[in-house]
C-alpha cells in the first residue's frame, strides 16, 4: 500500500483556488453527464463553481466541499437544498480523477457524505439523483444508501428518455453502518 493510501481522507471547504480543479473535473464529459442538471450547469461554468465555493449551509443552504488525501484532491461532495427544519439535503457527489472512479477510493469519497451530514452538519436524511446510464454510480448507491423510486424515462438525452434513481440515507442507518464496519474509511 502506499504511503498516500495510508493518509486519512480529510474534507475541506472549496475556495477560489480550487477553480482549476474544479474546472477540469467538470470539463471530464464522464462527470459532466453524471451531473449536469438544473443545479449544476456546466454550461454556466462560472456560475456553478461559485454557487460551490460560495456556498454557506446555513445562509445560503448549500456547502461545497473537496475530498482530499495527503493532499491529493478526490472528489467532490455538494450539499444543496439544505433544509433546516427537516434536517435534510440534496446531495452531489463525484470522484474527480477518473483513474479513481471504480476504485475503493470511490466508495471512501462517498462514505464522507455521511461524516459531514451526520456528524458535522447534523442532518438527518441525504438524499441523491443518479442517472439510470450511470451504471457505475448506480451500483455504488445501491452498497451504501436505500434506492426509494425510480421515475422512469424522466430525463431526455441525446439518446431517448432515461431513467433517475432516487436514492438516500438516514443518519440512523449510516451510524448503524459504521458502528458495523468499525472505521475501516
Not at 466541499?65 to 478526490?74: I, K, N, S
Not at 450539499?79 to 446531495?91: D, G, K, T
Not at 462514505?111 to 442532518?123: D, W
Request: aromatic share 10%.
Amino acid at each position: 500500500m502506499s504511503k498516500a493510501g495510508r493518509e486519512p481522507i480529510i474534507l475541506r471547504r472549496l475556495c477560489p483556488a480550487d477553480r482549476p480543479l474544479l474546472r477540469r473535473w467538470l470539463q471530464d464529459p464522464a462527470v459532466r453527464d453524471a451531473i449536469e442538471d438544473e443545479t449544476i450547469d456546466v454550461s454556466r461554468l462560472r456560475e456553478t463553481l461559485a454557487l460551490f465555493e460560495s456556498s454557506d449551509p446555513f445562509r445560503d443552504g448549500g456547502l461545497g466541499l473537496l475530498v482530499e488525501r495527503a493532499g491529493e484532491p478526490l472528489g467532490l461532495i455538494h450539499f444543496v437544498w439544505i433544509n433546516w427544519v427537516s434536517r435534510n439535503a440534496e446531495l452531489i457527489v463525484f470522484v474527480g480523477p477518473s483513474s479513481l472512479r471504480r476504485s475503493l477510493t470511490a466508495l471512501a469519497v462517498v462514505e464522507k457524505v455521511g461524516h459531514a451530514a451526520f456528524r458535522s452538519l447534523n442532518l438527518h436524511k441525504v438524499y441523491a439523483f443518479v442517472y439510470g446510464s450511470n451504471s457505475h454510480a448506480l451500483a455504488l448507491f445501491k452498497r451504501l444508501l436505500k434506492e426509494e423510486a425510480c421515475l422512469r424515462a424522466y430525463v431526455k438525452s441525446p439518446q431517448g428518455y432515461g431513467d433517475v434513481h432516487f436514492f438516500s440515507m438516514l443518519a440512523s442507518e449510516y451510524f448503524a453502518a459504521t458502528a458495523r464496519t468499525k472505521g475501516r474509511f
